[in-house]
């Protein structure tokens, strides 16, 4: 189970720095990079992201549902012994934003194909939108594990 | 009916449809992970069993109810010559994560 839960964050920390460069690509598009460490982050080809995003969202939510029946009688037992409620809340808003994140990725991948190029606020929305569940999910994984790992 | 149009169609009835399920709790199936059993629907296992876990019954319902709608919405789209705004994808969402947000408050106030 330690070997699935260091699996699930190496996805996840991969699924990360994929979804923000896409996301300062397409917030804050640079044409010609130049010299700077942060313009050069943004210049990227937002599309060549899409697939390898949608599928490591999948694999890395694949491993996270094999790891949560052993959070669920394990760590959150422990931390609701400790009343530690906030905590607790904030993974059950993980999980639900991983499924509405889940759920995004068709109209996600279906924004990003050239057939919809027209529509650049769609496109700009839903890739924040992605981003913003992934960077939520992905602290809150962490700061948990750090409360109470998987023994 | 073209497939494109399933795709958003489906991401916008997914958010809906997922805040509906998680909120009255329509799971397909529950899963009992200390006893490593599946249940049919709705199960809630003896004190003594360990807690029932709803998310992966969910997680098809929605699943599947979204498929379904949007293939009968990208139909009658087809039908009817008018269109299902893209802008709903992005909108539908983050609107639906604020609801849950809503409903998990006591776990914060506790």
Do not use: C
């Amino acid at each position: 189970m330690v070997y699935l839960l260091l699996l699930h964050m190496l996805l996840a920390v991969a699924l990360i720095g994929a979804v923000t460069h896409q996301t300062l690509g397409v917030l804050a598009p640079v044409r010609a990079p130049v010299g700077g460490f942060f313009a050069r982050f943004r210049a990227v080809n937002g599309a060549g992201y899409v697939n390898a995003i949608v599928v490591l969202y999948l694999l890395t939510a694949f491993l996270g549902l094999l790891i949560y029946p052993n959070y669920r009688i394990g760590a959150r037992v422990f931390m609701e012994e400790l009343r530690m409620f906030p905590r607790v809340g904030s993974f059950e808003l993980k999980e639900h934003l991983i499924a509405l994140g889940l759920g995004l990725l068709p109209a996600y991948w279906w924004a990003w194909q050239p057939a919809q190029s027209d529509r650049p606020q769609t496109r700009r929305a839903l890739t924040v939108i992605l981003a913003v569940f992934v960077w939520y999910a992905f602290l809150i994984g962490h700061l948990l594990n750090n409360t109470r790992g998987i023994s | 009916m073209r497939w494109s149009r399933v795709l958003p169609i489906f991401s916008i009835a997914f958010a809906v449809l997922y805040l509906l399920t998680m909120y009255f709790n329509w799971p397909v199936f529950t899963y009992a992970p200390k006893l490593r059993q599946f249940f049919p629907l709705r199960f809630a296992p003896a004190p003594s069993q360990g807690p029932g876990m709803y998310y992966y019954g969910w997680l098809v319902t929605v699943g599947v109810g979204a498929a379904v709608i949007a293939v009968v919405v990208a139909y009658l789209e087809e039908k009817s010559g008018r269109r299902v705004p893209a802008s709903l994808t992005w909108a539908v969402p983050p609107l639906v994560a604020l609801v849950i947000l809503y409903i998990l408050l006591p776990w914060f106030t506790h």
